[in-house]
């Protein structure tokens, strides 16, 4: 498919058949985070990749109380889980580079976006998944002192595309030369 119709459809899905997902396409739905950029090469990011129903419905308890993406995580037959290792990323010797400080949750956004686009690309849905209680989600999947969970995505076949969610127009998000200045 062409990546920029995939930019174009993707929208999020929360409600998933039980298929499985056929591993080689699994894997190239990983090789395709593997590939993204982070700051000086440091890849940091790990994924968790969870089948386990028990594992799933531990997580799914982890989301914040209406977060409309807890079913979605105990039906997809597949839950990844992005965890980035903390204080290397925009890190020189110790030391923050930027104001910004710690750069994995840059790295990591551009991870999860890479893994959400390949597995379009499939006709696979995803979901961002980020309100909910990460200590726990942490001690569930056991990840270790120096990571952090950042961020997880069920994964699975779906009946029907979503509705086309309303964008911004250009003109209210693009600027020349200065913040406010119109481009358009």
Request: contains cysteine; charged residues 30%.
């Amino acid at each position: 498919m062409d990546l920029l119709k995939v930019i174009h459809e993707r929208q999020s899905i929360r409600k998933y058949r039980e298929d499985e997902i056929p591993e080689e396409i699994l894997i190239e739905i990983l090789e395709a985070a593997r590939r993204s950029p982070s700051w000086a090469n440091t890849q940091t990011w790990r994924f968790i990749i969870v089948k386990d129903t028990r594992v799933k419905e531990e997580l799914s308890k982890t989301l914040t109380e209406h977060n409309p993406a807890k079913e979605a995580l105990r039906k997809a037959p597949v839950v990844i889980c992005l965890v980035s290792q903390k204080g290397v990323a925009g890190f020189s010797k110790g030391v923050p580079r930027t104001s910004k400080g710690d750069y994995y949750m840059f790295d990591a956004g551009i991870a999860m976006e890479h893994i959400v686009l390949a597995a379009w690309n499939f006709g696979l849905g995803t979901c961002h998944v980020g309100a909910f209680d990460h200590e726990e989600a942490e001690r569930v999947l056991g990840v270790p002192e120096g990571f952090t969970i950042v961020a997880m995505t069920p994964l699975g076949y779906f009946d029907e595309k979503p509705i086309v969610t309303p964008r911004k127009s250009l003109k209210e998000i693009l600027f020349l030369d200065r913040f406010g200045k119109p481009y358009l």
